[in-house]
C-alpha cells in the first residue's frame, strides 16, 4: 500500500528533482552559482522565465555524439572485456560474483569488472590529455548543458523502458512489485533486477557507469577548465578531485560488497535508480568542482590541511564501518574486530513462505557506537568536499545538505525494514545500541 506522504514525495520528486538539477546548474551557467540571484531577477520582474530559458543551451548534435559515445563505450567496457583486475590486484575481489538472495530465491551472478572499466577509461583520459590530443580536456565543461538534457533522455528512457519491462517481459516475474500506484511503480521500479540476455544487469550497470565512472572524469574536466580560465589549479580543485576520487576509487574497489547493500539488496529499478544514476549524481555530486570554475578558491594551508584531514578521517571510519559488517557478516561472527572476537545479538525472521532464518547483529566496533555509523563517515566526507569551496555561497554545500537527508531518510526506512523484520530482536539491538548516527545525540 501507498500512503499519502510516499505519494506526494513522489510527485514532488517527479515534478521538480529535474527543475531542481536544471536551476542549480542554471545558476552557475548564468549566475556565478548564485542560487538567489535568479529568483530575485524573477520575483523583481527584471527577468522572466523566458529570459533565463532563452539563454540555457540547447542539446547539440556534438552532445549527443560524445554522450552516447560514452554510454556506448562503457557498455562495452561492461559487457565484453571480463575482469584482469583481479588476476593481479592482492585482495580485489572481482570477476563474476554472487549477488544476495532475493525475495524469491534467486541468486544472481555478476561480472564484476568496474575497476578496470575505471581505470581503462582514466587511462584513455590522460592518454588523450598528455599525447593524442584527440579532445580538449575541458570537453565536459564545455558541453555540460547540452549534455545535461542527453543524460535527462536516458534517465526517463532507461526507466520507462524498466516499467514496461517490469508489466511486459520482467526477467523475473516473481521479484516483481506491483502496487497499484502508476507513480509510485514508475518511481520505486517494479522489477527488482531487470536485465537484459544473461549479464547485463541494470542496477548494476546505471549504479556505477554511466555516472561513477564519469565523476571523477567531470571533475578533472572541471581542474583543466580552471587552467584554461585562470591558468592554475587552485588547492581546493585539487582537494575536491583527491577527496571525491578515493570515494570513486573506494566504490568500485568494492563493488562486489555494493551488491550486499540496500540499493542492490532491496530496492527495485525504477525513475528513481534509473534517471538518479543519469542525471542526480553526476550532476549534483560534482557542484563542487563546477563551482571552483566559477570561483576559483585558493585556501590557507591550515584551512585545506584539515579539510583534507575530515575527508580522509570520514573516509577511514565510513570504510572501516563497512568493513567491520562485511567481515562479521560473511565470516558468522568468527573474527577479530579491533583485536576482540565481536560481540552481537542473535537474531531470527520469517520469510514469506514461512521459512524460520538466524542471522547476527552487531554490537561492538563501530556497529556499537551508533547502528549507522557509516553513514557519519560518509556525512563526514561530504561535509569535507562542501568546506573546501570556502563561504562565498551556500551552492557547494546542497550536497551535505541533500547527503545529510538521504542518509537519515535511508536510516530509517532501513530502520523501519529491519524492525518488521526482526521484530523483538530489533528492539533488544536498539536497547544495546541505542543511537543512530551520533552517539549521545541522534
Ligand atoms: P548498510 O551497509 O548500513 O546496511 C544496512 C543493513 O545492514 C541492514 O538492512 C541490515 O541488513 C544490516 N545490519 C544493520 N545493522 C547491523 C549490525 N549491527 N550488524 C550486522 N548487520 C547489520 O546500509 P547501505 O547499504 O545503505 O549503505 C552502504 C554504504 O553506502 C554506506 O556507507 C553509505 O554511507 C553508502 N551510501 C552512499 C550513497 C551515496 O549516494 N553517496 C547512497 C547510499 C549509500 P540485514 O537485513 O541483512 O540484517
Known amino acids: 500500500e501507498v500512503d499519502w506522504f510516499s505519494l506526494a514525495s513522489i510527485l514532488f520528486l517527479l515534478m521538480f528533482a ?39 543551451p540547447m542539446v547539440t548534435y556534438k552532445a549527443a555524439a560524445i554522450y ?23 585482495g580485489y575481489v ?58 535527462n533522455i536516458l534517465g526517463y528512457a532507461v526507466s520507462t523502458f524498466a516499467m514496461i519491462k517490469g508489466y511486459f517481459f520482467p526477467t ?55 587552467q584554461e580560465l585562470y591558468g ?25 560488497w555494493y551488491l550486499k547493500t540496500i540499493d542492490i539488496c532491496h530496492d527495485h529499478f525504477g ?28 585556501l590557507r594551508t591550515d584551512y585545506a590541511m584539515g579539510v583534507l584531514m575530515l575527508g580522509l578521517l570520514g573516509y577511514y571510519i565510513f570504510r572501516t564501518t563497512n568493513h567491520q559488517k562485511d567481515l562479521f557478516r560473511r565470516t ?18 520469517m520469510s514469506v513462505d514461512g521459512t524460520k532464518y538466524y542471522s547476527k547483529l552487531m554490537t561492538s566496533g563501530f556497529w556499537g557506537w551508533a547502528r549507522h555509523f557509516n553513514y557519519t563517515g560518509d556525512l563526514m566526507g561530504s561535509l569535507a568536499y562542501c568546506l573546501a569551496c570556502g563561504f562565498e555561497h551556500v551552492l557547494p554545500y546542497f550536497y551535505i545538505i541533500y547527503m545529510t537527508i538521504l542518509l537519515t531518510h535511508r536510516c530509517i526506512r532501513d530502520e523501519h525494514r529491519c524492525s518488521s523484520k526482526y521484530g523483538k530482536d530489533w528492539k533488544c539491538y536498539t536497547a544495546v545500541v541505542p543511537y543512530r548516527l551520533l552517539p549521545g545525540v541522534f
Open 18 to 56: 529535474p527543475l531542481i538539477v536544471y536551476y542549480f546548474i542554471m545558476s552557475c551557467d548564468q549566475y556565478q552559482c548564485s542560487l538567489t540571484d535568479p529568483l530575485l531577477d524573477l520575483l523583481t520582474g527584471k527577468k522572466h522565465l523566458s529570459d533565463i530559458w532563452n539563454r540555457t
Open 271 to 298: 525513475w528513481y535508480l534509473g534517471w538518479g544514476d543519469c542525471v542526480w549524481l553526476p550532476y549534483l555530486y560534482t557542484l563542487q568542482g563546477l563551482y571552483l570554475v566559477y570561483h576559483p578558491v585558493q
Open 172 to 226: 523475473n516475474a516473481k521479484d516483481c512489485k506491483f502496487t497499484g500506484n502508476f507513480f509510485y511503480d514508475y518511481m520505486m521500479g517494479i522489477e527488482f533486477n531487470p536485465r537484459i540476455g544473461k549479464w547485463f544487469d541494470f542496477k548494476l550497470f546505471f549504479n556505477g557507469r554511466p555516472g561513477i565512472v564519469a565523476w571523477t572524469l567531470i571533475n578533472l574536466s572541471f581542474a583543466a577548465k580552471q
Open 232 to 256: 592554475e589549479v587552485t588547492n581546493s580543485m585539487i582537494l575536491v578531485n583527491v577527496l571525491q576520487g578515493i570515494y570513486v576509487l573506494d566504490y568500485f574497489w568494492n563493488e562486489a
Open 68 to 90: 552516447s559515445l560514452w554510454v556506448t563505450f562503457q557498455v562495452f567496457l561492461y559487457l565484453s572485456i571480463p575482469d584482469f583486475c583481479h588476476k593481479f590486484l592482492p
Open 332 to 349: 558468522n561472527g568468527n573474527c577479530r574486530i579491533w583485536g576482540k572476537k565481536p560481540e552481537y545479538i542473535e537474531c531470527s525472521y
Open 94 to 151: 572481482g570477476g563474476v560474483q554472487e549477488g544476495a538472495v532475493t525475495p524469491a530465491g534467486v541468486v544472481n551472478k555478476y561480472e564484476i569488472n568496474g575497476l578496470q572499466a575505471w581505470i581503462i577509461t582514466h587511462v584513455l583520459w590522460f592518454a588523450n590529455a598528455y599525447c593524442f590530443h584527440f579532445f580538449s580536456p575541458t570537453i565536459i565543461f564545455d558541453n555540460w548543458i547540452p549534455l545535461l538534457w542527453c543524460a
